[in-house]
């Protein structure tokens, strides 16, 4: 995860000048998202004070007429300006459209609301009361991608900047960013290894440098490979650069004995580049990256030379209420969900995603098929280049993560011509002209490495099971939601609304109830079982991770195995036992034996009671009498999983618990228990971590979740209260409706915080109910 360098700065002053080189080295990366003001109108005399990652608009739960139109942005700021130093400024994403003016002056208009874009500020700025002007506009432009309509389009964009803003200063000698220099297969750092053993892992390291000072510079690398278990350095060529010139530097690398990136151990190794001249270091940056062979065979998907089924989902990048500004360490929550959800792989749709959700993808070993932005949807000369730029500039950006392993250079269902597909490939070709690159495509085209249909794309009961083509792999973009949701009814998403079965599809909210919950399950189930039988398909991912927001409808997609909230549902629970019971995660991710009652057990409850579990046999007990002990309920909608449910046939409802004991070689391993709910008489609050603790430093946002329980804390599912949530503390605010009802027994808030140096206390409470506090420290 990312940080500012302020410390490493200090830290490496300290250490070098101690040594033999002298650092003239001042590269600095500050977070530039504080004491910025906003407003709707420029000719207002009110601008609110705000911190970036923002929303221009609070936008409420269910969003079915989001604002639009232009926006501003303002700071008043101070810098040092040195003597032989650069001052940039890096916008991580703004929507979707930006003219920046410093002190005055226009010095950008960007296009684009997913990628980043960097200013050259050096000659903009000065010591004193500078002011930095952000106008942002995210009205329908057909010019820039997705480039249709809002209102109808099936997921939502929202408006401002809403990602990170950072003021980065290097010496004039520097290492350059890699979108900023525009360059082909070129600017900043690439890393690629192309020769992997157990052995060694040989490839090269490409650093592109410029000399923006008056004279030249001879110039040569320091490189160090780090983890904690080794370090490799190696020394670059060294190179004259001329006064105003660049250079890109390759120097060859081979490491003994790596250790390789994967699923399970995804282990990374940090990347530092020294630029040296002479005796001083003029530059110095860090990256984290991975070592893994990926290999697309006739029989399948290989990584690290082992064969893998890939087991995935897709991901919005949207939160309730603040649209696309979450934090990085929002981001990496959603990561750690998806993994602890039993997935390897998360597909970006439909467009590129933030740094900070990749980052996070390396580090806790899922697998991405990065996208660029498109959904039904093919505009002019104008949309298409800047497509074609958004697949530049993505490649540039995201090379060097070792999670992603497809690129999708595709616009998602849109009806591409060959000569765009020709074109789109040709470019992610050039810029990453690397065996293994592999491209891929909705549209069964020859210059897509990989065919990657939804599962509705084709009919029932085999949809994609009977594809020959010898030449490509199969890989389920989509499955588990439309086929079900409107009976195979092609693309039309709109018209054919009144097809669905509400106790049949697979878009359920958690306040539907156990029965739909559980057919939701079931559909995923069944369409998992039948992916397995197509001998080409080389793995899927399911629609989809949560639930989301759409354009053009008044109601949330709700096919999320989790909800808005990103609360589980009983699908959560099903993917998770699909994960083998031998896999031994890290840094507290859910893994090895598992077991779940999908059953709340009360008078409504089904006497049919389904457990997910990766064990090889499981017992379940009714107040603790032996109801039976089974092994899965293998049938024509499971045979093929690796995992199949379990089934118990409880002869009559008893109020009490039920508990379930995973058994793998005739030892208990796990078990799971729930128990009757009495009625509601108090709250119980929950912040959601998610392995990641609040920001102290910077501006984070956390779902805070007030769960409505009985006198023995078991949760009341039907309980639906209205809660009111208020907090004291500052540096905090809470976002969302409130008071709001409970959903499924739980009650859910979100809680933005600036800087976390003080405690906060939160508070939910119902005048029926016990209320309930909680003291954040």
């Not at 003029?282 to 070592?291: E, H, P, V």
Request: contains cysteine; hydrophobic residues 35%.
């Amino acid at each position: 995860m990312k940080s500012t360098t302020i410390v490493l700065f200090i830290f490496s002053f300290l250490l070098f000048s101690c040594g033999k080189e002298t650092v003239n080295s001042n590269r600095m990366k500050i977070n530039f998202g504080s004491d910025w003001t906003f407003t709707k109108d420029s000719t207002s005399l009110h601008w609110e004070k705000i911190t970036i990652p923002h929303t221009a608009q609070i936008e409420p739960l269910v969003v079915n007429n989001q604002w639009q139109g232009d926006c501003w942005y303002q700071k008043q700021f101070d810098v040092e300006k040195i003597e032989n130093e650069k001052i940039f400024l890096n916008f991580e994403g703004v929507m979707h459209e930006a003219w920046v003016w410093i002190n005055g002056k226009l010095v950008i208009h960007h296009q684009g609301g997913y990628l980043p874009f960097t200013i050259d500020a050096t000659d903009w700025v000065k010591e004193k009361d500078n002011t930095i002007i952000v106008k942002v506009n995210n009205e329908d432009n057909p010019q820039i991608p997705p480039g249709k309509t809002l209102k109808t389009l099936d997921f939502n964009y929202y408006g401002g900047i809403y990602r990170n803003v950072y003021l980065i200063k290097t010496n004039t000698v520097y290492i350059t960013d890699a979108v900023h220099t525009n360059q082909v297969n070129g600017g900043g750092i690439l890393v690629h290894f192309d020769e992997i053993s157990p052995e060694k892992a040989s490839g090269f390291i490409k650093v592109h440098v410029k000399n923006e000072s008056n004279e030249p510079k001879n110039v040569k690398l320091d490189i160090t490979f780090s983890n904690p278990n080794h370090t490799s350095t190696f020394t670059s060529k060294e190179v004259v650069i001329g006064s105003n010139a660049e250079e890109s530097i390759v120097t060859l690398l081979e490491i003994k004995h790596p250790e390789l990136w994967g699923i399970e151990q995804p282990n990374l190794y940090d990347v530092e580049v020294k630029v040296l001249s002479e005796k001083s270091v003029l530059d110095r940056q860090t990256l984290k990256t991975g070592i893994r062979k990926a290999a697309l065979k006739n029989d399948g998907f290989y990584l690290n030379d082992e064969k893998l089924f890939i087991n995935g989902t897709n991901r919005h990048q949207e939160y309730p209420y603040i649209g696309y500004a979450l934090s990085d360490e929002a981001n990496y929550r959603d990561a750690v969900k998806i993994k602890n959800a039993g997935f390897d792989f998360v597909r970006l749709s439909h467009y590129p995603q933030t740094e900070a959700f990749l980052n996070a993808c390396d580090e806790v070993g899922l697998l991405v098929m990065n996208c660029i932005s498109g959904w039904q949807f093919v505009g002019d000369e104008k949309f298409i280049e800047n497509s074609y730029q958004e697949i530049r500039d993505f490649s540039r950006r995201d090379r060097n993560h070792p999670s992603i392993i497809f690129w999708e250079v595709s616009l998602n269902e849109s009806d591409m011509k060959a000569a765009y597909m020709q074109k789109a490939n040709e470019i992610l070709r050039t810029e990453l002209p690397y065996v293994p690159i592999y491209t891929a495509g909705w549209i069964d085209n020859p210059n897509y490495d990989l065919f990657i249909p939804a599962r509705q794309h084709s009919k029932a009961p085999d949809y994609w099971n009977n594809y020959e083509n010898n030449n490509r792999k199969i890989f389920i973009a989509e499955y588990g939601d439309w086929e079900y949701y409107a009976q195979n009814a092609g693309f039309n998403q709109t018209t054919f609304a009144n097809l669905k079965e509400e106790e049949r599809t697979s878009r359920q909210l958690r306040s539907f109830g156990e029965k739909r919950l559980l057919q939701q399950a079931f559909n995923y189930q069944e369409a998992f079982n039948s992916n397995l039988k197509g001998k080409h398909t080389i793995g899927q991912a399911n629609w989809l991770m949560f639930d989301y927001n759409r354009g053009y409808a008044d109601d949330i997609e709700s096919s999320g195995i989790s909800d808005i909230f990103r609360i589980p549902k009983f699908a959560h629970y099903f993917y998770q036992s699909q994960r083998s019971p031998s896999v031994k995660l890290k840094n507290n991710l859910v893994s090895g034996p598992m077991v779940y009652i999908a059953n709340y057990w009360n008078e409504k409850s089904s006497l049919d009671v389904t457990v997910f579990s990766n064990c090889e046999e499981v017992a379940l007990y009714l107040n603790e009498v032996l109801i039976a002990k089974q092994k899965p309920l293998r049938n024509t909608f499971s045979e093929k999983l690796p995992h199949p449910p379990f089934v118990f046939t409880i002869p009559s409802f008893q109020k009490g618990n039920l508990r379930a004991e995973g058994i793998i070689n005739g030892k208990k391993v796990t078990e799971h228990w729930v128990k009757s709910p009495e009625s509601a008489t108090a709250i119980q609050l929950v912040i959601d971590e998610s392995n990641v603790k609040i920001n102290p430093n910077h501006q984070d946002v956390v779902f805070v979740y007030a769960k409505i329980v009985d006198d023995n804390g078991t949760l009341v599912p039907d309980a639906n209260h209205e809660i009111s949530f208020s907090l004291e503390g500052a540096q905090a605010e809470l976002i969302g409706q409130n008071p709001i009802a409970a959903e499924a027994g739980i009650a859910t808030i979100l809680l933005r915080t600036k800087q976390l140096k003080k405690p906060l206390q939160l508070k939910a409470q119902h005048s029926s109910l016990k209320a309930a506090t909680l003291v954040l420290k």
